[in-house]
């Protein structure tokens, strides 16, 4: 079409025809393939009670698998163990998700100025209604478990904004608190108005929905392998929708990230720097594994008060004395869950560093991963000997949580 205005012609997406039909090919079949409804009858339907007497997932996908917790379980602390792993886990997605709505949003403003983005952000507000409905099921399951076993919150929290620490549990302080928060508020402000960081803000996006992708194609096993899927537990369903979603979430983050960022300008030297901070600050939130849940890289002393409420509830009922002594013997020895979670950890750096083949303005230390290079099980097992010490000689009391306000089939 000429130009009518005699304006000199933008570089527009649909000069780039392959491009442009992969993406109309990922977003019409995700709208095809669209879980929400899936999801939100599974969650409506759920009731502790009916799926309490199965696993969720995998065997080996159950808190503290591999330990000496697991190992001197009976079978229905197995089971509740099993149960727990998928709670914390999706907690954690839960808080992966609200950022992701917020900054799909921040991306979709800064793309929908460009000619021709306006498929872009059509398949980023339809990503966007299927994590709220990925929420919203999370919070349902996990917060009736918690309230049947505990009546409080252990792994749960209330919902939060999408400026919050995105690890549950984090290396982290007030100050360094804060700083993210700054750096989070930032971004959206500068990717709202500034087309390359919204479309690198994908590449960010496409390391962390890596892991995720990694992890929960193996929960998903769970039902697919299940003998009678009409019967199988609803935890188990939901896990399977959730990755089929996030499989064309995936897809979407590797075209942003890899082929559609090919389209504009070359990027400035700041756009560059702030982009590697971005991918810095994903290597520094994925720089620890987590013997508690093998495929979330929480930071374990972060983790010691949850373990230890869980370990003095009624559902193993230990004395103080025997909580601490069962913590130290899960976190400060080598164990086969120890190990299978630091195999983990190295699968996802290897994985990160394969994506970031094509992203030619990523620095050096962050193509090969270099902050998540530095963990390791002897470091693992000196932080833990160290971090228990201070935290033995302490106190494990912390502010009372409110009880759950969930209706109970």
């Not at 188990?236 to 996030?246: C, G, N, R, T, V």
């Not at 009922?317 to 190295?346: I, N, P, V, W």
Request: hydrophobic content about 35%; proline content about 4%.
């Amino acid at each position: 079409m000429n130009n009518i205005f005699n304006e000199p012609k933008p570089n527009t997406l649909l000069e780039h025809e392959k491009i442009y039909r992969k993406l109309q090919l990922n977003y019409h079949r995700n709208q095809k393939q669209d879980q929400t409804a899936s999801i939100d009858q599974a969650a409506s339907a759920f009731s502790y009670s009916n799926c309490q007497q199965e696993y969720w997932n995998p065997e080996e996908f159950s808190l503290l698998y591999g330990t000496p917790l697991w190992d001197q379980s009976t079978p229905s602390q197995r089971l509740i163990l099993n149960h727990l792993y998928w709670v914390a886990y999706y907690s954690q997605i839960i808080s992966a998700e609200i950022a992701t709505i917020l900054f799909n949003q921040t991306s979709a403003a800064g793309l929908y100025a460009q000619e021709d983005f306006r498929l872009v952000c059509d398949m980023l507000d339809l990503e966007s209604a299927q994590e709220r409905a990925h929420i919203n099921a999370f919070k349902t399951i996990s917060e009736q478990v918690e309230a049947t076993l505990f009546g409080k919150r252990i792994f749960t929290y209330p919902m939060r904004g999408p400026y919050t620490e995105t690890m549950v549990h984090a290396d982290t302080n007030a100050l360094k608190t804060w700083w993210k928060q700054l750096q989070l508020r930032c971004f959206g402000m500068l990717s709202s108005g500034n087309t390359f960081l919204a479309c690198q803000y994908f590449t960010v996006r496409g390391v962390r929905t890596l892991n995720g992708k990694l992890v929960q194609h193996k929960l998903s096993q769970y039902y697919q392998n299940h003998p009678d899927k009409e019967n199988a537990p609803i935890p188990a369903k939901i896990s399977y929708y959730h990755f089929l979603d996030e499989s064309f979430h995936f897809n979407s983050s590797t075209l942003l990230s890899h082929e559609v960022v090919t389209c504009l300008k070359k990027p400035t030297p700041f756009e560059i720097f702030i982009a590697n901070l971005g991918l810095r600050g994903c290597q520094q939130d994925h720089a620890n594994f987590s013997v508690a849940i093998n495929g979330i890289f929480w930071y374990d002393p972060a983790l010691y008060s949850a373990v230890y409420q869980l370990l003095r509830s009624p559902v193993f009922a230990m004395s103080d004395a025997d909580a601490k002594q069962m913590m130290q013997d899960c976190f400060t020895q080598e164990t086969e869950g120890l190990h299978r979670s630091y195999q983990t950890h190295q699968e996802a750096r290897a994985s990160y560093q394969v994506y970031l083949e094509k992203v030619d303005y990523a620095w050096k230390s962050n193509r090969e991963m270099s902050i998540m290079a530095a963990s390791s099980i002897p470091r693992y097992l000196a932080t833990h000997k160290k971090a228990l010490s201070r935290h033995f000689s302490g106190s494990f009391t912390h502010p009372q949580r409110p009880l759950l306000q969930v209706a109970l089939d």
